[in-house]
T-cell receptor, first 109, second 113 residues
Framework: KNEVEQSPQNLTAQEGEFITINCSYS?????LHWLQQHPGGGIVSLFMLSSGKKKHGRLIATINIQEKHSSLHITASHPRDSAVYICAVKGPNTDKLIFGTGTRLQVFP | NAGVMQNPRHLVRRRGQEARLRCSPMKGHSHVYWYRQLPEEGLKFMVYLQKENIIDESGMPKERFSAEFPKEGPSILRIQQVVRGDSAAYFCASSRNPQVPLHFGNGTRLTVT
């Protein structure tokens, strides 16, 4: 079993829909990252969080440390949101990231 | 204010040749991380370096792979005697310190023929 599990693996949506991507992890962590990988392959860091909730534009990330679970929400989705979204965690005594396998999102007009 | 620069963007090598991948971190960033993404797989940590020091190389294969981050110049990931299984996208990321988000480069796609 992977230390970081994401669901769903694939997700399709109509433009305007509310999207939720989930991440569960089985190890103790000091921080959790949400990343976006574009079809061209580049990776952008969306959020880094260790508790609570963060918001940036139409994106919201939440984390529940007790339940070892995080969610990434996209409100009013748009075709340009189509990408692979990756959850990654960092342990308390290390600086290396452990990655989930990603959620491939396609938003259709 | 340039982001993390990786070059080359694409690299083709024959089996047995050497591959050298370069990463120039963002200005002011002294922490560099290398990750590998095999085809249809997730990202995997390889190595974490600070200027002139390897901090954690637990994700790097013991043979044929080496990394450096000299006082001057880019970080280099070197793969000797490449094999087909080394074909992957190699990403570099940098940060000012480990407590802040990473900035990723666009990756180097290595193809071994």
């Amino acid at each position: 079993k992977n230390e970081v599990e994401q669901s769903p693996q694939n997700l399709t949506a109509q433009e305007g829909e509310f999207i939720t991507i989930n991440c569960s992890y089985s190890v103790g962590i000091s921080a959790l990252h949400w990343l976006q990988q574009h079809p061209g392959g580049g990776i952008v860091s969306l959020f880094m969080l260790s508790s609570g909730k963060k918001k940036h534009g139409r994106l919201i990330a939440t984390i529940n440390i007790q339940e070892k679970h995080s969610s990434l929400h996209i409100t009013a989705s748009h075709p340009r949101d189509s990408a692979v979204y990756i959850c990654a965690v960092k342990g308390p005594n290390t600086d290396k990231l452990i990655f989930g396998t990603g959620t491939r999102l396609q938003v259709f007009p | 204010n340039a982001g993390v620069m990786q070059n080359p963007r694409h690299l083709v090598r024959r089996r047995g040749q050497e591959a050298r991948l370069r990463c120039s971190p963002m200005k002011g960033h002294s922490h560099v991380y290398w990750y590998r993404q095999l085809p249809e797989e997730g990202l995997k940590f390889m190595v974490y370096l600070q200027k002139e020091n390897i901090i954690d190389e637990s994700g790097m294969p013991k043979e044929r792979f080496s990394a450096e981050f000299p006082k001057e110049g880019p970080s280099i990931l070197r793969i000797q005697q490449v094999v087909r299984g080394d074909s992957a996208a190699y990403f570099c990321a940098s940060s000012r310190n480990p407590q802040v988000p990473l900035h990723f480069g666009n990756g180097t796609r290595l193809t071994v023929t």
